[in-house]
């Protein structure tokens, strides 16, 4: 089933999209109750066309300008505070700790964690039978720095099959809903596009027919660029300086564009948000969910522990008593040093942007608070400049960009679950251009290769021929999780091979 994104429904419906004047009116007073009418002053002028001016008052139409201010606030507030913190005096809300939550880890040799593991996989496989669980991806960026002019989740790492990253994430979604006995669609696949690849996103599924499975697009919010004190920034006369309110912005939009209200009409009550850049992701992993379940978590987040102390990724930790991600610069080199009775890395729960909620959590706990959630990031925005009559690029910051992460929400979490997994089986991140040392389509199908070569040897196949080769492939749909392999048992495989 293919769900039309509710914001070109929104657009070709009503008044607002034919009726100037009555836009006109409403959208003058709304900015002059937030003493932002500036941006207004070039609709006076008639060589510009009516369309631009409609178009330039609908946009401003989709801003929450009552919040914009308190938006700000915030973020400079927080600005302000990381400026002047000081490493000696830290006030108790802003010390940091271990997680001290609910960890488990697949890799694990403790034979009642296993079990336990085990029946969280067969929780998560009875969930998704039921209708209950959905997947979340963060879609919403381009292949720019993979040298690919189009969305990266059209990315195509270089296996056999030519599958994309989206192909293969819809065909493990698809794979998953078999293995729960519930259908094809038993686990709809929603998808958070940009502004800038939504149209290309959508016709890509279309022409595939969602690969068979249900999916919903709907395209992240951008919030306007503004001065450093508060004033929308114009781009050309009749346009804002804009741009995505980063990944955290995935909250808004669902609400905006009916994602958890259709999520609570369909019965979900489980979502697993994932990124889009990573070719061995398992959307809806029935193991993870299964366990998020199980400990009653609110919120839950799977992570990759540290193979050592200096790499650069944000752990799990708690600051004043709250789970929260910490970046690795904010902690010192004993903390990121310090080991447990374990030898592991105490802060070690590395974030890979792949996250568990329930959908109560997001409605009853999340939607309230989503106006505290914003970061400045201090950028050189293009602005219209009047005397000229044309947009200048400016050499120094002259504005601020409003952005926030997807796990700032995760302070408000008051049962947030880790599950830690094996790195060589779950990460290959495609980030960086062919021939990169690491994260980059090589390094990914490398890995991705030598998952399956795993499979097939762990279902009793012999591999024969270029046993080294990065070209040997289990497709989605012959296996999940390295299941239903057992046709291999004693026969050879020669390598490289697609299966």
Not at 161 to 176: C, D, N, P, V
């Amino acid at each position: 089933m293919y769900n039309e994104p509710q914001i070109k429904r929104q657009k070709s419906t009503g008044s607002e999209s034919t009726d100037y004047p009555t836009l006109l009116a409403s959208i003058t007073t709304r900015l002059q109750s937030v003493d932002q009418s500036h941006i207004l002053a070039h609709l006076s002028d008639e060589s510009i066309r009516q369309s631009s001016k409609l178009s330039f008052l609908q946009s401003i139409n989709e801003i929450p300008l009552e919040n914009l201010a308190s938006y700000l606030k915030g973020a400079l507030e927080e600005e302000e505070k990381l400026k002047n913190f000081d490493p000696n005096n830290v006030a108790p809300e802003d010390v940091i700790t271990p997680f001290d939550g609910k960890v488990a880890s697949t890799t694990s040799t403790d034979a009642d964690q296993r079990t336990a593991l085990e029946e969280a996989n067969k929780l998560g496989l009875e969930s998704i039978s039921k209708g209950q669980v959905a997947a979340l991806l963060l879609a919403g960026g381009q292949g720019t720095r993979l040298g690919y002019d189009g969305p990266k989740g059209m990315y195509d790492i270089g296996m056999p099959s030519g599958r994309t990253l989206f192909q293969l994430m819809a065909e493990r979604i698809k794979k998953l809903g078999e293995l729960s006995g519930g259908g094809d669609k038993a686990v709809p696949f929603y998808i958070m596009t940009s502004p800038l690849n939504h149209q290309a996103t959508t016709e890509y599924f279309a022409k595939h027919d969602n690969f068979g499975i249900d999916v919903t697009f709907f395209p992240q919010g951008t919030l306007p660029a503004v001065t450093p004190e508060g004033k929308m920034i114009l781009e050309t006369a009749t346009s804002l300086a804009v741009a995505p309110d980063g990944n955290g912005g995935i909250y808004p939009a669902m609400v905006k564009h009916g994602v958890l209200k259709s999520m609570v009409e369909r019965g979900i009550k489980y979502i697993h948000a994932f990124g889009v850049d990573n070719a061995l992701v398992k959307p809806a992993d029935p193991t993870f969910v299964g366990y998020c379940i199980s400990q009653n978590a609110d919120c839950g987040n799977k992570v990759l522990w540290k193979s050592s102390p200096d790499e650069k990724v944000g752990v799990v930790a708690t600051k004043g008593g709250k789970p929260c991600i910490v970046e690795y610069s904010d902690i010192s080199k004993e903390m990121s040093e310090r080991k447990g009775d374990d030898g592991r890395l105490i802060f070690g729960a590395g974030n890979i942007c792949n996250h568990f909620y329930t959908l109560d959590f997001l409605n009853d706990v999340v939607v309230p608070n989503l106006g505290n959630m914003y970061h400045v990031a201090r950028k050189k925005i293009p602005y219209f400049d009047e005397s000229s009559k044309s947009t200048v690029k400016p050499s120094e910051n002259n504005g601020i960009k409003l952005e926030s992460f997807i796990f700032d929400i995760f302070p408000l979490s008051t049962s947030m679950a880790v599950l830690d997994v094996a790195r060589v089986q779950e990460f290959a991140p495609v980030k960086n251009p062919p021939g990169t040392n690491s994260d980059s389509p090589d390094t990914a199908r490398a890995l991705f290769s030598n998952v399956a070569k795993k499979w097939l040897q762990d279902a009793g196949a012999k591999l024969v021929g270029d046993v080294e080769s990065d070209l040997c492939e289990v497709g989605p749909l012959s296996s999940y999780n390295g299941e239903g392999l057992d046709e291999w048992k004693n026969k050879e495989v020669d390598c490289p091979f697609s299966i």
